[in-house]
């Protein structure tokens, strides 16, 4: 038992909760439980040999990157593609922004952020 609680606290972020309404930690708690069982089946893209939770973690943030990557690189060579993919990261900071960013970086922060990575 002690070694799942190490394991959960060190890869996971068990510890991690950062609210204290008991409902939102009891979400956490349960979340956390989720992604230690779901690790734990040796999930798709970890190969067999793999015996430890971080391992099966790194393995599967580097297939979801790769995974992402290609996605990017197939969205870049086509027609268009440039365009539709500056769009999509707009749409995206302007979603973050709306989720939250605008009490960081305010709005006029975020557009010239967004201005200067596009070049209007």
């Known amino acids: 038992m002690e070694l799942f609680h190490k394991t959960v606290k060190q890869y996971l972020g068990f510890e991690d909760v950062a609210t ?5 930690v ?4 349960h979340w956390v439980y989720c992604a230690y069982i779901l ?14 939770l971080g391992d099966a973690q790194r393995q599967l943030q580097q297939l979801l990157a790769n ?3 290609r996605r990017i690189l197939q969205k870049l060579t086509q027609i268009g593609g440039v365009q539709r993919y500056q769009d999509e990261l707009r749409q995206a900071f ?4 709306f989720l939250g960013c605008l009490a960081v970086c305010g709005l006029q922060g ?3 952020f967004v201005g200067a990575i596009f070049k209007y």
Do not use: I, N, R
């Not at 302007?94 to 922004?97: D, L």
């Open 26 to 29: 009891m979400s956490h708690v």
């Open 39 to 52: 690790l734990s089946m040796s999930p798709p893209g970890v190969t067999a040999g793999v015996t430890s």
């Open 110 to 112: 975020l557009h010239g």
């Open 20 to 24: 204290s309404g008991l409902d939102s």
């Open 94 to 97: 302007a979603a973050a922004c």
């Open 67 to 69: 995974q992402e990557k």
